[in-house]
């Protein structure tokens, strides 16, 4: 599976798989399915009503064909309908969620990518780029990933500790969630795949943001701060 290494916001290199011509090709039939559902309870519809004439029918059915995919993935997180069922997602090549004008540059590209080339553009960009970009995705600065579908206990943020539990960092009350989010992905990658170098590149840049030193090795000390966090926050 081809995988791509982001640099977050955060100085830290954070590895994705990327969404294949496949996973792209089945997402995007089923948006194309749930338009061509929508197109016929429309033309249902009209002709129990007769409430449209022809031209509005047709205004009617295109709007959400032309608009369907720059909407989603702008409230949904650079998700389709598609891409949700999928399981893959479009990202900002910073690691970040895509802004509103990159996905407004995809969806102007995929004329090209997908419309005029009826997908030819797309299929061959996707297969033959490091990336997996379609020409939309290398001019936007975004790919498209495989996100985790099924999400265990030990996928989240949670840690139990007891009520006697004392904190030794009691400052993480100043990290964010998302912080302690991607201090728990990179320990769990690092038991996947081990990559001590990037353990060790995230306990220094939480040690940084806390202003703090300790002689505790990095995963320990990750681990204590995700226990921490989650002592001192839930007494909050």
């Known amino acids: 599976m081809q995988t791509i290494k982001i640099q977050t916001t955060q ?8 969404a294949g011509v496949g996973d792209r090709m089945v997402a995007y039939l089923v948006d194309i399915a749930i338009y061509i559902g929508f197109w016929f ?3 249902l519809i009209n002709q129990a009503t007769s409430f449209l004439n022809n031209n509005y029918l047709a205004f009617l059915a295109s709007f959400p064909f032309l608009f ?8 949904l997180n650079g998700q389709t309908i598609g891409k949700k069922a999928k399981g893959i997602q479009v990202i900002s090549l910073d690691g970040g969620q895509a802004s509103l004008g990159q996905y407004l540059i995809r969806w102007v590209f995929s004329i090209i990518d997908v419309s005029v080339s009826s997908g030819v553009v797309a299929v061959v960009m996707i297969a033959l780029t490091d990336k997996s970009q379609r020409l939309g995705d290398k001019v936007a600065g975004t790919t498209v ?7 265990t ?3 989240t943020i949670f840690e139990e500790t007891a ?28 038991y996947k795949i081990p990559n001590y170098e990037m353990v060790v590149k995230t306990a ?9 030193a300790t002689p505790h090795e990095a995963e320990d000390f990750l681990k204590t701060v995700i226990k921490d966090y989650n002592h001192v926050t839930a007494r909050m």
């Open 11 to 18: 100085n830290i290199e954070v590895e994705y798989q990327l």
């Open 41 to 43: 309870l429309l033309l």
């Open 68 to 75: 369907y995919s720059v909407c989603c993935e702008f409230f």
């Open 145 to 151: 990933v495989r996100t985790r579908i099924k999400t």
């Open 153 to 155: 206990l030990q996928d």
């Open 163 to 190: 009520d006697i539990y004392q904190p030794l960092y009691p400052q993480v009350n100043i990290l964010k969630e998302k912080d302690i989010a991607l201090v728990k992905e990179v320990l769990n990658r690092n």
């Open 204 to 212: 220094d840049k939480i040690k940084q943001v806390l202003e703090i």
